[in-house]
């Protein structure tokens, strides 16, 4: 058993990886991350909580298996296990439903990438990081080298993934790489928290939102400013706008999710396995 997918009536889809020790990233991990995602893709789910079963949430690269394959189809096996990764992490920023991550003990390798990829991302006190690409002769994988520079600035993000130090939760929250850190205990409670409160808001907002602040990076100044307007107009006029509105007049809690789309409805208090 790799993965572990359940959505429950709010659209909230618990993804959770559980792949004993560390859950290191094999192909079949891989393979089963990426059929997770689509699962909340094709389910139109409200929001994704990103969990580890056990000590760690994720080590990294599954280096065992690696290791047992002669030189000439370890290139090829290694396309294959990012291939299925990045598959997985382009279709989670491509959604409308933000990305909860609740980690706890050791993080490291493409386990850094799933915390940088978060939009909400919760770290128990005993929760470490460390790049360790570098320390093995690898470079990043997992949108690395690409997100960690935005959460943490280029310099900082060299200085890690050369080094390859271990960085705890503490200076994590910090430097910007996780956005909470709560006692292990609460760590559960407080990411259901999270992520149910998502759940409930206002998906097609969150989703514009996530867009415009993604390409903050790359637009001038007159592009964004124009982006915004023409966001912030579409949503206006939307269902989600009028009906925000609408109970904030009222002085009443605002009901986003509406009625439930089928495929929600279908998969509502189902458990999908994916196995090895």
Request: with cysteine; glycine share 12%; hydrophobic share 50%.
């Amino acid at each position: 058993m790799r993965v572990t997918v359940e959505v429950d009536g709010d659209g909230l889809a618990r993804v959770e990886m559980c792949r004993g020790a560390g859950n290191a990233v094999d192909l079949a991990m891989a393979r089963a991350l990426l059929e997770a995602a689509r699962e909340c893709e094709e389910a139109r789910v409200r929001a994704v909580l990103l969990t580890g079963r056990g000590r760690s949430f994720c080590v990294g690269g599954d280096l065992k298996e690696f290791a047992a394959l002669p030189a000439e189809r370890l290139a090829g096996h290694l396309t294959d296990v990012t291939d299925a990764l990045h598959g997985a992490l382009r279709i989670l920023a491509g959604l409308d439903a933000p990305l909860v991550v609740a980690v706890r003990g050791a993080v490291a390798g493409a386990g850094l990438g799933l915390v940088a990829a978060a939009d909400v991302s919760l770290a128990a006190t005993d929760a470490g990081f460390t790049a360790a690409y570098t320390a093995i002769g690898y470079t990043p994988d997992a949108g690395v080298s690409w997100s960690l520079p935005r959460l943490v600035g280029p310099r900082r993000a060299v200085d890690l993934l050369l080094t390859n130090r271990r960085v705890p939760a503490a200076e994590a929250l910090q430097m910007g790489l996780v956005g909470r850190v709560v006692a292990p205990e609460r760590l559960n409670e407080e990411a259901e928290q999270a992520a149910g409160a998502l759940a409930r808001g206002a998906t097609a907002a969150y989703g514009a939102t996530r867009r415009l602040v993604g390409r903050a990076l790359v637009d001038d100044l007159d592009e964004h400013l124009d982006a915004e307007a023409g966001r912030l107009a579409a949503a206006a006029v939307s269902a989600e706008g009028r009906e925000g509105v609408a109970a904030f007049l009222a002085g009443r809690r605002p009901d986003f999710a509406g009625p439930r789309s089928s495929q929600t409805e279908g998969l509502r208090g189902t458990r999908t396995i994916f196995d090895s």
